[in-house]
Each structure stands twice: as structure tokens, then as C-alpha cells.
């Protein structure tokens, strides 16, 4: 067990804005900050990296597409931690694992305050508005489930297949339409949350970092990480007794309407 009691970690981290995120959280979060990559050597170098900058983060292997790994960082957190305090999903996966991990309450102390930061992109909004208006009408529905959501992003790869995806309604965007999934993937967390309450406070967002010069988004970007983090971290540390932000879409700190 480790000394600290409080934990934050951040998937996807060994570059880019989740490096910028694991670095100003290491300066900002009383307590320990777990970066995690799926390739244990460059997590590790990214570790370096902070200890040189005089930051102590702490490594562990994640791959969110391998239902094993996840398992395995969720033990390690319960028995070093007794579960987590921030998490903030940087990182993405191309399709669901076969086997479907242990859900985000899972990993979470009871009932402390915890804050879920899933990190999406204003091209979800310009996806969205470039919608059908039945497509519209369902991704902002307030009781579309998580089964059906699924089958949305499903029914997209394969009209996208067919070559008729602009006839059924769909953007001509395959990342916008990722990014419409965690969205509105957020929102169906964080009304779940609501609803299974049990003592604790668990706040969820999906947020922009903004347009950040990462190796996806290139050079010409007109933020840098640490500006793209800025969004992500303030959502992390959201003070204890805060009733929100919760299920919302947030750019530069504030609120977006979705």
C-alpha cells in the first residue's frame, strides 16, 4: 500500500497533450500521479522525462483495448490505493474489447469525491450539427442508452463501408462521429452516476483540449499541450464540495451546449 492515499491517473500519457496532463497534475494533485501508456518502454521513458523535471509520476502498462490489462491496473490501484481518485481518459481505441472490462465505478474509492475526465473534441459538436436531424435528435436524447449508442457507431462503420453513409445521414467524418461517441458516451456515464449514487460524488465531463500540435494533429496547431491541458486538469480538480460541472461538454473551462 502505498504511503499517499489520494491517486490520479491518466491513460494514454507518455506523449502529447496526456504527457502535458500527467505533468501539470504532478505539480497540482495532492497526491500520486499514475501515467500510463500500452508500451511499457516509452511510459517509462516518459517517467523519466517528468523525474529529470524534478516531477515523481509513477508508471503502470495500460492497454485499454485488452480487457487483462485493465483488470490488472485495476488491482494494482485497489491494493497500492484502495481505488481511484481522478481519471482522465486521453486515450483512444479503434473497437470495443471482445470481452468487456470492469466498469469506471470500479475503480473508484467509496465515497470520496472522485472526477472522470473523458477527453473528446469540438468536432464532435461539427459532427453533430452536420448530422440528419433524426441522428441529431438521438445523440441528444437524454435517456439514449449505451446499447443503442453502440449500435449507432456500429451502423455508421458499416454504412461507411457500403459507401452510403451521406445518404443515411451520417457526417463525412470518421473521427468526428468517434468523437460524437465519447460525448455522448459521457453523458450516459455521468446519468448512470446520478442514478446509481451511493454516498459518493463522482464527477464526469467529456471536454476540447482545442486544436494542440501533437503528432495526430501537426505543427501548425495553434495550441501547445500544456494549453491543451489546461481544460482536462481543471476538470481533474474540481474542488470536493463542487456540484459541477457533471455530464457536460466543456471548452476552455466552461460549458458548451451539446
Known amino acids: 500500500m502505498s504511503s499517499c492515499s489520494h491517486v490520479a491517473l491518466v491513460t494514454g500519457a507518455n506523449k502529447g497533450i496526456g504527457f502535458a496532463i500527467t505533468r501539470d497534475l504532478c505539480r497540482k494533485f495532492f497526491g500520486d500521479v499514475v501515467l500510463t501508456a500500452r508500451d511499457e518502454s516509452r511510459g517509462r521513458m516518459a517517467v523519466q522525462k517528468l523525474q529529470a523535471e524534478g516531477l515523481s509520476p509513477r508508471f503502470h502498462q495500460l492497454?485499454?483495448?485488452?480487457?487483462?490489462?485493465?483488470?490488472?491496473?485495476?488491482?494494482?490501484?485497489?491494493?497500492?490505493?484502495?481505488?481511484?481518485?481522478?481519471?482522465?481518459?486521453?486515450?483512444?481505441?479503434?473497437?470495443?474489447?471482445?470481452?468487456?472490462?470492469?466498469?469506471?465505478?470500479?475503480?473508484?474509492?467509496?465515497?470520496?469525491?472522485?472526477?472522470?475526465?473523458?477527453?473528446?473534441?469540438?468536432?464532435?459538436?461539427?459532427?453533430?450539427?452536420?448530422?440528419?436531424?433524426?441522428?441529431?435528435?438521438?445523440?441528444?436524447?437524454?435517456?439514449?442508452?449505451?446499447?443503442?449508442?453502440?449500435?449507432?457507431?456500429?451502423?455508421?462503420?458499416?454504412?461507411?463501408?457500403?459507401?452510403?453513409?451521406?445518404k443515411e445521414g451520417w457526417p463525412n467524418s470518421a473521427y468526428g462521429v468517434t468523437k460524437i461517441g465519447v460525448t455522448v458516451l459521457s453523458r450516459i456515464q455521468a446519468r448512470k452516476l446520478n442514478e446509481e449514487r451511493r454516498g459518493d460524488k463522482i464527477l464526469l465531463n467529456a471536454c476540447c483540449p482545442g486544436w494542440v500540435r501533437t503528432d495526430m494533429a501537426g505543427p501548425k496547431a495553434p495550441k501547445s499541450p500544456e494549453e491543451g491541458a489546461e481544460t482536462p486538469v481543471y476538470l481533474a480538480l474540481l474542488p470536493p464540495d463542487a456540484e459541477g460541472p457533471h455530464g457536460q461538454f466543456v471548452q476552455d473551462k466552461k460549458v458548451v451546449r451539446w
Open 63 to 166: 492497454d485499454i483495448d485488452d480487457p487483462l490489462s485493465i483488470r490488472a491496473l485495476r488491482d494494482f490501484l485497489l491494493k497500492e490505493y484502495g481505488g481511484l481518485d481522478v481519471l482522465v481518459n486521453n486515450a483512444g481505441i479503434a473497437t470495443w474489447p471482445k470481452n468487456k472490462p470492469p466498469g469506471q465505478r470500479d475503480f473508484f474509492k467509496e465515497p470520496q469525491p472522485g472526477r472522470v475526465v473523458n477527453v473528446s473534441s469540438l468536432i464532435s459538436l461539427e459532427a453533430l450539427k452536420n448530422c440528419s436531424p433524426e441522428l441529431q435528435q438521438k445523440f441528444r436524447s437524454d435517456t439514449i442508452t449505451e446499447e443503442e449508442l453502440i449500435g449507432l457507431m456500429n451502423k455508421f462503420v458499416e454504412d461507411a463501408k457500403k459507401g452510403v453513409h451521406a
